[in-house]
């Protein structure tokens, strides 16, 4: 029986030199960690698709410039027909000015002659007043139209 003991004491302690030189396994060899699970893709895909956009916000950005260059040329272009509008209007009024003194006293100097032709120089001075009425109402339209174009331009 001793041999018994004897050999149980051997198998134990062979067992547990196993057990240490085990546990020196798994510790020297760690267990690979897993990759990390992720949405999102390659860096590649995504300098890729940087690098798109930034494509298109250059494009973007042009054609805002070449609208803000096209538009500045159009403002331009209005202010430059509403001065000759308004200057047109001014001369307008000047000559209307002129022609209602020179009608007037024609009326004036016919009356005190007493002569038929007041009756002609009436229906000129009348023809006269509705061409200006009439140049008036259409640089008033062009006004008219040319004024919200401007206003607008102006507040870009």
Same mark, same amino acid.
């Given at each position: ?23 020196? #396994? ?24 940087? *690098?798109?956009?930034? &494509? ?21 272009? #209005?202010?430059?027909? #509403? ?9 307008? *009024?000047?000559?209307? &000015? ?20 007041? *009756? ?30 401007? *206003?607008?331009? &102006?507040?870009?």
């Amino acid at each position: 029986m001793n041999d018994l003991t004897e050999l149980e004491r051997r198998v134990s302690a062979a067992l547990d030199r196993i057990a240490t030189h085990v546990d020196q #396994l798994e510790r020297a060899q760690p267990a690979p960690e897993p990759e990390p699970e992720s949405d999102l893709p390659p860096a590649a895909e995504l300098m890729a698709d940087l *690098e798109a956009e930034r &494509a298109v916000t250059a494009q973007l950005e042009e054609r805002v410039r070449a609208i803000r260059d096209k538009q500045d040329n159009q403002v331009g272009i #209005l202010q430059s027909d #509403l001065s000759l509008a308004r200057d047109r209007i001014a001369q307008l *009024e000047t000559e209307n &000015a002129a022609l209602r003194d020179d009608a007037t006293a024609a009326v004036a100097k016919k009356d005190d002659s007493g002569g038929d032709d007041t *009756e002609k120089l009436r229906e000129e001075l009348e023809t006269l007043r509705a061409e200006r009425k009439a140049e008036r109402a259409e640089l008033n339209a062009l006004l008219s139209a040319l004024k919200p174009i401007v *206003e607008e331009t &102006a507040n870009v």
